[in-house]
């Protein structure tokens, strides 16, 4: 199993730009996330999925867009990149049970920079 | 407004000896627990966790104790070896509210030297 990659590693971005910051997991987990973390702080969570077609929104979703059409892919669509963007962003995933919190297995993360 | 909170940013032990990183948090709500520890360039990986109808979990090396009242846990890493030189982040959850959203302090860099 690979668990969570992601993909690009880096990314360097003109202000205005967009781009998808891709996530997939091979472990059939229902539930998906994606955190940013910004120099000297915590992961904060932007959007997360807890199953194929169902979305919804984190402490920080300003900005950003998601889809789940699939239970293996999330990606994570910034559009319209402002400096305030620039961060690393992680993807997880876990099984996925309802009324508790079960381990989540993040990806190797992206280094985002919006010039 | 920080629900969890790891007051200490940096933490420096030698080898052999105990680790202790703290994590305070407060939402009373908050029932489950969990420890990552975050090595450069990667993600961060699963370490330990706690529910909060336990005040003491252990595995190997590492030890996690809660203490409701005072919402405070730490982890205890004993013996500390160069390889658990990393950043530690305490993690937090509403579980029995369905929430599967984790909210995480600012992390703890341990060093363990030679």
């Known amino acids: 199993n690979a668990g969570v990659t992601q993909t690009p590693k880096f990314r360097i971005l003109k202000i205005g730009q967009s781009m998808t910051l891709q996530c997939a997991q091979d472990m059939n987990h229902n539930y998906m996330y994606w955190y940013r973390q910004d120099p000297g702080m915590g992961l904060k969570l932007i959007y997360y999925s807890v199953g194929a077609g169902i979305t919804d929104k984190g402490e920080v979703p300003n900005g950003y867009n998601v889809s789940r059409s699939t239970t293996e892919d999330f990606p994570l669509r910034l559009e319209l990149a402002a400096p305030s963007q620039t961060s690393v962003y992680f993807c997880?995933?876990?099984?996925?049970?309802?009324?508790?919190?079960?381990?989540?297995?993040f990806g190797p993360g992206t280094r985002l920079t919006v010039l | 407004d920080q629900q969890v909170k790891q007051n200490s940013p940096s933490l420096s032990v030698q080898e052999g000896r105990i680790s202790i990183l703290n994590c305070d948090y407060t939402n009373s709500m908050f029932d489950y627990f969990l420890w990552y520890k975050k090595y450069p360039a990667e993600g961060p990986t699963f370490l330990i966790s706690?529910?909060?109808?336990?005040d003491k979990n252990e595995d190997g090396r590492f030890t996690v104790f809660l203490n409701k009242s005072a919402k405070h846990l730490s982890l205890h890493i004993v013996p500390s070896q160069p390889g658990d030189s990393a950043v530690y982040f305490c993690?937090?959850?509403?579980?029995?509210?369905?929430?599967?959203?984790?909210?995480f302090g600012k992390g703890t860099k341990l060093t363990v030297n030679p």
């Open positions: 993690a937090a959850s509403e579980a029995q509210g369905g929430s599967e959203k984790l909210v």
């Open positions: 997880a995933s876990s099984y996925g049970l309802a009324g508790h919190t079960d381990t989540q297995y």
């Open positions: 706690i529910s909060s109808i336990k």
